[in-house]
């Protein structure tokens, strides 16, 4: 059963707007979540974090905000650009003796039309 | 900014062949993992090392050996391939316990026939 769920494959949006991409999760453990993104052939990069004391964290044109309560995450891209059109992984993060588990979702492809 | 390394790109097998893949990172990071990418599945965690000659397994390690004898490189070797191990293979490092994200490889697209 899938702990981080993007219930989204696909998302296409117009170049300007806003990008919203969900994630939910089901363990109340993870402490730490995480968004990827990932152009074909080539490996995932990291992206934007926040940890669960927070509830929002800013980098430029990407948002994350967190909902502990619903155990749902979001990212926003505000404006999307067509450079952004990419696959877009969630993962969460929980301590696991010596390192940190991390479980990922299957991602969201992004396409952003000129 | 070489970053992480992943060598080959592509491979073919045949079933019960034998492999090794290469993973070299330049940025003297700690940790190091191996991952797997499969269609309608996340990433998964094939094995990981917190150090120079440490290893440890991950959620995916059956058919799989892993080895860290230097703190730059991670090698992933497949005994005797089987079919189920057609794949994307991603290498990745962090300089700690994953909080601040990993660099990736760009990956290994493995068949196996």
Known sequence: DQQVKQNSPSLSVQEGRISILNCDYTNSMFDYFLWYKKYPAEGPTFLISISSIKDKNEDGRFTVFLNKSAKHLSLHIVPSQPGDSAVYFCAASQEAGNNRKLIWGLGTSLAVNP | ?113
């Open chain 2, 1 to 113: 900014n070489a970053g992480v390394t992943q060598t080959p790109k592509f491979r073919v097998l045949k079933t019960g062949q034998s492999m090794t893949l290469l993973c070299a990172q330049d940025m003297n990071h700690e940790y190091m993992y191996w991952y797997r990418q499969d269609p309608g599945m996340g990433l998964r965690l094939i094995h990981y090392s917190v150090g120079e000659g440490t290893t440890a397994k991950g959620e995916v390690p059956d058919g799989y050996n892993v080895s860290r004898l230097k703190k730059q490189n991670f090698l992933l070797g497949l005994e005797s391939a089987a079919p189920s191990q057609t794949s994307v293979y991603f290498c990745a490092s962090s300089p700690n316990r994953a909080l601040y994200g990993y660099t990736f490889g760009s990956g290994t697209r493995l068949t196996v026939v």
